[in-house]
């Protein structure tokens, strides 16, 4: 049986950009794959791409077994989508809508009534079911949004930025929601910018970079990849010596920004005692002192190993 997505040199191509450059990956039976990036990498082409709604420019996405470009429509009888932008009627119901959907799906009515109460009731608006969703809150709108998504009991969901920009509550219900299909069989695609989401959620993560897959592995690895080096930000109270810096024990890199010092290091805590005898040694005195967190960013760029300025 062939895996349920499979990309093979998928590419797209805007005017002279190239925003999906031979992208290759397959998601697995049963396992929710995390496609992380950051904004403007590509993983909303790669996501349409893959559902039908636009034709790629190079590469072949089968899903489910079938062609997207040339039998989509097959397929998207048994997927379901939550695309980037919401994409329910405002000035109707969230019942409405799913009644909507379900005709769409060609569910017989006390199928879709059956299914509608029980995710409505998963995801917390059943009693808010006869509002229009005008009235709903980003949050509740994207609840929704899912719920039109599961009607018909897809075996494969694509998610494109589920949780983004959503309150504490909606998160927490749809992330729950999510593992539960999962632990009872549906396949799951799901896009992020959020390192930390795919690292709870997912079983296997591929990092997408300007177009381009850079990494594909399990979430611990990747995490693990990041998290041997750190970041120190020092200032001082007048000129030290650079290389004086950059000889401290634990110290990889080092580079000036301004008044500041961005350091690289393989032991926070270290360095934090060796950045203060170095600078009593120097007669000077620490004015700022950070360890800021790698950008996602950043934690690509190492993962890849390009280098660093
Ligand atoms: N319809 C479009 N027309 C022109 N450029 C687009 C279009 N859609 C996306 N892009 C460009 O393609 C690149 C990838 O965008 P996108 O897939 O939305 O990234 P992501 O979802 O990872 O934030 C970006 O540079 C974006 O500006
Ligand atoms: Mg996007």
Redesign the pocket.
């Given at each position: 049986m062939p895996d349920p997505i499979e990309a093979r040199d998928l590419t797209k191509v805007?005017?002279g950009?190239t925003?999906v450059d031979r992208v290759s990956f397959s998601v697995r039976q049963g396992e929710i794959f995390g496609f992380l990036?950051p904004?403007?990498?590509?993983?909303?082409?790669?996501t349409r791409m893959l559902t039908g709604v636009i034709p790629s420019d190079g590469g072949t996405a089968h899903v489910l077994g079938y062609d997207m470009r040339t039998d989509p429509v097959r397929a998207k009888q048994r997927f379901g989508v939550v695309p980037?932008t919401a994409n329910a009627y405002t000035d109707l119901s969230a019942w409405q809508n799913l009644m909507l959907m379900g005709e769409l799906y060609g569910l017989a009515r006390t199928r879709a009534e059956a299914r509608a109460a029980d995710l409505l009731g998963a995801l917390g608006l059943l009693e808010r079911k006869g509002q229009k969703v005008q009235a709903y809150s980003k949050g509740m709108k994207q609840r929704l949004i899912l719920a039109m998504a599961l009607l018909h009991e897809p075996e494969l969901l694509f998610l494109d930025e589920p949780t983004s920009g959503l309150d504490v509550q909606s998160t927490h219900l749809i992330l729950d929601l999510l593992r539960d299909l999962n632990r009872a069989g549906t396949t799951i695609f799901l896009?992020t910018h959020n390192m930390e989401e795919a690292n709870r959620l997912c079983d296997r993560v591929g990092i997408i970079r300007s177009g381009r897959i850079v990494a594909i592995d399990a979430p611990e690895k990747l995490k693990s990849a990041i998290e041997r080096v750190h970041r120190v930000e020092v200032s001082f109270d007048r000129e030290v010596s650079g290389d004086g810096l950059a000889a401290l024990e634990t110290v990889l890199l080092t580079a000036r920004e301004g008044d500041k010092w961005q350091l690289v290091v393989e032991d926070t805590d270290a360095a934090v005692r060796a950045l203060t005898a170095f600078a009593r040694g120097q007669g000077a005195a620490i004015v700022t002192l950070n360890t800021p967190a790698p950008s996602l960013d950043e934690a690509f760029l190492r993962l890849t190993g390009e280098a660093e300025p």
């Amino acid at each position: 049986m062939p895996d349920p997505i499979e990309a093979r040199d998928l590419t797209k191509v805007f005017g002279g950009t190239t925003a999906v450059d031979r992208v290759s990956f397959s998601v697995r039976q049963g396992e929710i794959f995390g496609f992380l990036g950051p904004n403007g990498a590509g993983k909303t082409t790669t996501t349409r791409m893959l559902t039908g709604v636009i034709p790629s420019d190079g590469g072949t996405a089968h899903v489910l077994g079938y062609d997207m470009r040339t039998d989509p429509v097959r397929a998207k009888q048994r997927f379901g989508v939550v695309p980037e932008t919401a994409n329910a009627y405002t000035d109707l119901s969230a019942w409405q809508n799913l009644m909507l959907m379900g005709e769409l799906y060609g569910l017989a009515r006390t199928r879709a009534e059956a299914r509608a109460a029980d995710l409505l009731g998963a995801l917390g608006l059943l009693e808010r079911k006869g509002q229009k969703v005008q009235a709903y809150s980003k949050g509740m709108k994207q609840r929704l949004i899912l719920a039109m998504a599961l009607l018909h009991e897809p075996e494969l969901l694509f998610l494109d930025e589920p949780t983004s920009g959503l309150d504490v509550q909606s998160t927490h219900l749809i992330l729950d929601l999510l593992r539960d299909l999962n632990r009872a069989g549906t396949t799951i695609f799901l896009t992020t910018h959020n390192m930390e989401e795919a690292n709870r959620l997912c079983d296997r993560v591929g990092i997408i970079r300007s177009g381009r897959i850079v990494a594909i592995d399990a979430p611990e690895k990747l995490k693990s990849a990041i998290e041997r080096v750190h970041r120190v930000e020092v200032s001082f109270d007048r000129e030290v010596s650079g290389d004086g810096l950059a000889a401290l024990e634990t110290v990889l890199l080092t580079a000036r920004e301004g008044d500041k010092w961005q350091l690289v290091v393989e032991d926070t805590d270290a360095a934090v005692r060796a950045l203060t005898a170095f600078a009593r040694g120097q007669g000077a005195a620490i004015v700022t002192l950070n360890t800021p967190a790698p950008s996602l960013d950043e934690a690509f760029l190492r993962l890849t190993g390009e280098a660093e300025p």
